[in-house]
C-alpha cells in the first residue's frame, strides 16, 4: 500500500478476515469490504477508505481521516522462492572465524563448559526459528510472509536481547541481507533498534 503524496509504502498482507503489516509488526488485525451505493470501503484497523479497482492487481482509493490520503493498492509478486529461507543461517562475522580464536565467555549456571558452541547459528522451518548463541539455546514460533520478505518472531537469542521482526532485502541459495529489529531492557524500560544489511550464510 502507497500513500502517492506522502511516498510512503507498507507492505499488508490480507487473508480471509485479517489483516498483517510486517514493517510494524501488527498481526491478525480484522478487516471487511463495506458496500454504500455501489461503492466499495475497505475497513481496516478502525480505518476506512474508499477503492476502486482498476485492474486484477490494482487499485486505488482515498482514506478517510482527519487528513484525507490518496492511496493505491498494488498486488506484489514474489522475488524469490520463499523456501530458501528454510535451512541453517550463520552471522558472516562469525562465519570464517577459527573457534580457537574465540575466548568463550564463562558459562552461565547450570551449565558445562562442554555445552559451547561455535559459531552461533539460526535454524529456521517453516513456522519455527532455533538459535544456538554460545551456550544459549532459544526458539520461537514465526510468521513468514507470504512473499517470503518479512518473518516476525519473538526470539531472545542472546542475552536479554529479543528478536522481533526481520525484513529480508535479498535472499539466494546461500546468502541472505536483512534488516533485523531487536528489543532490549533499558532504564527500567525498552528500547527497540534496527540492524541493518545483516549478512547471514547458509550453512552446508
Keep these: 500500500m502507497t500513500s502517492i503524496g506522502e ?4 507492505t499488508i ?3 480471509d478476515s485479517t489483516f498483517t503489516v510486517f514493517e510494524y ?3 491478525d488485525l480484522p478487516w471487511r469490504i ?3 451505493d455501489n461503492k466499495d ?3 481496516f484497523d478502525n480505518r476506512i477508505m474508499a477503492i476502486k479497482q482498476n485492474n486484477i ?11 484525507d490520503y490518496d492511496i493505491r493498492l498494488e498486488k506484489r509478486k514474489p522475488k524469490w522462492d520463499k523456501e ?8 558472516e562475522k562469525y562465519f570464517n572465524t577459527d573457534p580457537i580464536n574465540i575466548l568463550p565467555p564463562p558459562p552461565p549456571p547450570n551449565t558445562e563448559e562442554n555445552d559451547f558452541e561455535f559459531p552461533p547459528y539460526y535454524v529456521i522451518t517453516k513456522d519455527t526459528i532455533y538459535s544456538n ?10 510468521d513468514i510472509s507470504n512473499l517470503g520478505e518479512f518473518i516476525s518472531l519473538n526470539l531472545n537469542s542472546k542475552f536479554d536481547d529479543k528478536e522481533t521482526n526481520w525484513r529480508i532485502k535479498s535472499l539466494n541459495d546461500s546468502i541472505m541481507i536483512l534488516d533485523r529489529t531487536i528489543t532490549y531492557p533499558h532504564d527500567n524500560s525498552y528500547h527497540s533498534e534496527r540492524e541493518r544489511d545483516l549478512k547471514l550464510i547458509k550453512k552446508r
Design 7 to 10: 511516498k510512503d509504502t507498507l
Design 25 to 27: 509488526n501488527d498481526r
Design 84 to 91: 530458501l529461507i528454510f535451512g541453517t543461517w550463520v552471522e
Design 133 to 142: 548463541f554460545y551456550y544459549k539455546k532459544s526458539k520461537s514460533k514465526i
Design 34 to 36: 463495506a458496500t454504500f
Design 57 to 67: 492487481d490494482n487499485y486505488v482509493g482515498l482514506l478517510i481521516s482527519e487528513k
Design 13 to 15: 498482507e490480507f487473508k
Design 41 to 43: 470501503f475497505l475497513v
